[in-house]
């Protein structure tokens, strides 16, 4: 039998940029030691603490800010919130925030912290620059959680005492909709298109579904029997794996987790793990998860393919939770191992999203196709999103500032738009420059999006066929762009709106489901990163 203790550590992975651009990145977790006064840091491929940072009594939450600048870090024991500059591992900032708080989630213009203050019924939203509260928001008994949906556009936070799903807009900071749960929330998670979360609850041996465009719950998955369990020793942290395919569960009830496959929502088994795990997460290649095991003081690093245990690292006390992210390190240098990377997606697994790429709007697949223009295996964006939606997909562990970007891709179909382009020095989700092909509109433009408004810098009429494959490429050194369609430089424009290295990646729009292949992101002639 297990006993849930009254001690925490909360664990968060993070992908972490190398100071100096010929070192090769790596995958850290972040590990708060609710018994202790800091973090430990672990690398995941190698199973080995490579640091500590202290922060305050008794830290809980942690996250990571999309432009891989901060980690935030609530302590629970003294009522405040840390800021960790990661290139440097040091503390810049603490500052009292309220009564107990929890968990933290960052904005997706990493400006701000937003903090579940147990004890004070509210959220307190903090300024990351200036590391001021800038307003406290009223959402309920005992907030719980807070979780950024994946557009960034609401913070998701659970009120245990009112026993509601609370959703806070991100930009105007009003509750815009509460979800009754009709029991007391654990954790969740949100599928990566934002349309439902997963949520655990006391006492059930599964997870609530909640329909998050109807605001309310529609079902539940039991794992287990019976489906009721007693408190301390029921489902606790859900994650879902970067392409979407596996909800994983710790059980506390039997020191595993529990694999359920989303296509037909039914337990694959269970994988054993250290003494009352607690939390799970995933490395951003979906290569490995990490559960952190709050009865034995340690995580589990878990090979996702082979569903096996391949490493144990001993942590602080009472390790909890896990979130996923980049993080930058002494300089905002490349995280490649060279001055080009190249993706052709031969090697991937049909179906699934192809290895290395996060999938932050759309279906990203890979498919095959036999127009390919080398081999036979593309990475298709196969959504049929809403007309206001940006479909995108960055590249892990490779940012550039001065850069040399380019696909190949197809239209499939689309009614409202088609085509697409390349994403480049991207921040987060709602901040980055766009170069992008619509055979619809025979157009080719260059765009910036700011605070997920598109702004338009240049535009060139053309013409193509529409079904024929077509190359996209961009280059960018200093504030000066040029982009090229099937060769021919048609948009020449300068732009100073981002500076800073960011990720690459592909774009769409709505619905336009498009085919890419033969990705390549490499320094422009006579640059390094």
Request: aromatic share 8%; with cysteine; net charge neutral.
């Amino acid at each position: 039998m297990l006993i849930c203790t009254a001690v925490a550590v909360t664990l968060l992975v993070v992908q972490v940029t190398l100071a100096f651009a010929q070192e090769p990145s790596r995958v850290l977790a972040y590990v708060t030691n609710f018994g202790g006064d800091g973090v430990s840091v672990v690398d995941p491929a190698k199973g080995l603490i490579v640091g500590h940072i202290k922060t305050g009594a008794k830290p809980h939450g942690v996250a990571i800010t999309p432009d891989g600048a901060t980690v935030f870090v609530s302590n629970e024991g003294d009522g405040t919130l840390s800021f960790i500059d990661p290139r440097s591992n040091t503390v810049m900032a603490t500052v009292a925030v309220g009564d107990r708080p929890n968990q933290v989630a960052a904005s997706a213009d990493s400006r701000y912290a937003f903090v579940t203050l147990n004890g004070d019924d509210a959220v307190a939203i903090v300024d990351a620059g200036k590391h001021t509260i800038v307003k406290v928001v009223p959402v309920g008994r005992a907030p719980h959680i807070a979780l950024r949906s994946p557009d960034g556009d609401i913070i998701y936070v659970t009120s245990e005492g009112d026993m509601k799903l609370v959703a806070l807009d991100a930009h105007s900071w009003k509750v815009s909709s509460e979800i009754p749960l009709f029991g007391w929330p654990r954790v969740l998670t949100i599928t990566h298109d934002g349309s439902r979360a997963y949520q655990t609850m006391r006492w059930l041996n599964g997870v609530l579904v909640v329909d998050l465009q109807q605001h309310k719950v529609v079902g539940r998955i039991a794992f287990a029997e019976p489906t009721f369990a007693p408190d301390g020793k029921d489902a606790h942290g859900p994650g879902l794996t970067p392409d979407g395919s596996e909800l994983w569960l710790t059980t506390q009830t039997s020191n595993d987790v529990a694999v359920i496959e989303m296509r037909d929502q039914k337990l694959w088994g269970r994988i054993a793990v250290g003494h009352d795990p607690n939390w799970v997460d995933f490395t951003p290649d979906g290569r490995l998860a990490v559960i952190s095991n709050t009865g034995s003081d340690n995580v589990s690093i878990v090979d996702v393919r082979l569903r096996k245990v391949v490493a144990t690292a001993q942590v602080g006390k009472s390790p909890k939770r896990l979130a996923v992210g980049a993080v930058l390190t002494a300089s905002e240098g490349s995280a490649s191992r060279s001055n080009r990377e190249e993706w052709n997606f031969d090697g991937d697994t049909v179906g699934r999203n192809a290895p290395g790429f996060t999938e932050l709007t759309g279906k990203w697949r890979v498919a095959e196709d036999p127009s390919a223009p080398s081999g036979s295996r593309v990475l298709a964006q196969e959504a049929m999103s809403a007309g206001s939606v940006f479909n995108i997909a960055l590249v892990d562990n490779v940012t550039f500032a001065d850069v040399d970007v380019s696909v190949r891709l197809r239209a499939v179909a689309g009614r409202k738009d088609q085509g697409g382009g390349v994403v480049w020095r991207a921040r987060d989700v709602r901040n980055y420059y766009v170069a992008r092909y619509n055979p619809l509109e025979n157009n080719f433009r260059v765009y910036f999006v700011r605070d997920g408004e598109r702004h338009m810098l240049k535009s060139a009429t053309v013409e193509r066929y529409q079904s024929a494959w077509h190359t996209v490429r961009v280059t960018m050194k200093g504030n000066h762009i040029e982009c090229y369609l099937d060769g021919l430089r048609s948009l020449d424009v300068h732009d100073g709106t981002f500076t800073s290295p960011g990720r690459a990646g592909l774009w769409t729009k709505a619905d336009a489901q498009t085919r890419f292949d033969d990705f390549i992101v490499q320094a422009p002639t006579g640059s390094s990163r």
